[in-house]
Nanobody
Framework: VQLQASGGGLVQAGGSLRLSCAASGRTSGSYVMAWFRQAPGKEREFVAAIGRSGGSTYYNDSVKGRFTISRDNNKNTLYLQMNSLKPEDTAVYYC???????????????????WGQGTLVTVSS
């Protein structure tokens, strides 16, 4: 499967952005999908993940209550709604997918096989 992330941009602190990740092919909910981010000079960090049907979601504590992950399997698209953005949210955001990932590994970037190209989110103070 190929992933294409979009929706990044420049926003002021307190603002909102919605990221999208379009998946090619007929994924039909076969993959666990997730968002990771990487700030300059830092390691890639788990942001959020969602189960195959969209019924289960998981968040990094740093974004809980501000970000919402969702998916539309009919459109083969993953979303990340980001509200109350902070300067520390500035990073390149990547979407990822994997068919066989298990719950204990859901926040481990090394367990995801498919990756999008990343979209830059910059939050100004």
């Amino acid at each position: 499967v190929q992933l294409q992330a979009s929706g990044g941009g420049l926003v002021q602190a307190g603002g909102s952005l919605r990221l999208s990740c379009a998946a090619s092919g007929r994924t039909s909910g076969s993959y666990v999908m997730a968002w990771f981010r990487q700030a300059p000079g830092k390691e890639r960090e788990f942001v959020a993940a969602i189960g195959r049907s969209g019924g289960s979601t998981y968040y990094n504590d740093s974004v809980k209550g501000r970000f919402t992950i969702s998916r539309d399997n009919n459109k083969n698209t993953l979303y990340l709604q980001m509200n109350s953005l902070k300067p520390e949210d500035t990073a390149v955001y990547y979407c990822a997918a994997d068919r066989g990932i298990i719950l204990s590994s859901i926040s481990n970037s090394r367990r995801y096989y498919y990756w999008g190209q990343g979209t830059l989110v910059t939050v100004s103070s």
